[in-house]
């Protein structure tokens, strides 16, 4: 196999970010039309939830929400050690392992049925942290594929400071952002439909959109 190294690989490109929003999106809308109300990515709400049906009483709708964010603090956990020990890994970035993951993860949610929904959303949320603890930029600015709330404060920050000092950075800068939260729209938007649609199976539309990303990191800067 041909070794690639990590400064050659498309892992903060714009193109990339398209593929990994879109998927985030998806899961999102996915995880809350077709797997019991639950998002899969924005853990905010998973917690107020929780925080709702444990002060009812309601310990087994509880679990709903627990069970999410324990899988994603757990793919956080799990994706710095993938860092740590394949960093240096020439034959695959360490970040194509995680995208690899991802996709099988999906995969597998997408077999389950709705009797299931706690395991796919767990499955989904512990695969949402490995993404956006991964991909955190690109094209030099920090920016999330999996939640929106950052990126629209970033957006608006940028929006006001061009306008005070003009600065064309500033102004690249936020229609960066604003990109992407429309580029997450989008994908929620066919994340929902394909929900309706397809069923549990709809999932595998978003595995196909990380695997183009992970195929997309065998681009070499240079051929862009």
């Given at each position: 196999m041909v070794k690639i190294k990590a400064r050659s690989q498309m892992s903060e490109s714009l193109l990339l970010a398209v593929f990994l929003t879109l998927a985030g999106g998806f899961q999102d809308a996915y995880s809350y039309n077709c797997r019991g109300e639950v998002?899969?990515?924005?853990?905010?709400?998973?917690?107020?939830?929780?925080?709702?049906?444990?002060?009812?009483?309601?310990?087994?709708?509880?679990?709903?929400?627990?069970?999410?964010?324990?899988?994603?603090?757990?793919?956080?956990?799990?994706?710095?050690?993938v860092h740590h020990l394949f960093k240096?890994?020439?034959?695959?970035?360490?970040?194509?392992?995680?995208?690899?993951?991802?996709?099988?993860l999906l995969a597998v949610v997408g077999l389950l049925p709705q009797s299931a929904n706690m395991l796919a959303n767990g499955l989904m949320s512990f695969a949402c942290a490995m993404q956006v603890n991964s991909f955190r930029k690109f094209r030099g600015i920090p920016c999330a594929t999996t939640m929106c709330i950052g990126n629209m404060r970033s957006a608006t920050e940028m929006l006001c400071r061009y306008h005070i000092t003009k600065d064309r950075e500033l102004r690249r800068r936020c229609m960066h952002y604003y990109f992407v939260i429309l580029v997450f729209a989008l994908g929620a938007a066919v994340g929902a439909l394909m929900s309706l649609w397809m069923g549990e199976r709809a999932i595998w539309m978003a595995g196909g959109l990380l695997l183009g990303g992970f195929l997309i990191m065998f681009v070499r800067e240079g051929e862009r």
């Open positions: 998002f899969a990515n924005a853990q905010t709400g998973n917690i107020v939830l929780l925080g709702q049906n444990l002060a009812q009483g309601s310990w087994q709708e509880a679990l709903h929400y627990l069970l999410p964010l324990g899988a994603f603090i757990s793919g956080v956990y799990v994706t710095e050690w240096e890994y020439q034959r695959l970035h360490w970040r194509q392992m995680v995208l690899c993951t991802e996709v099988i």
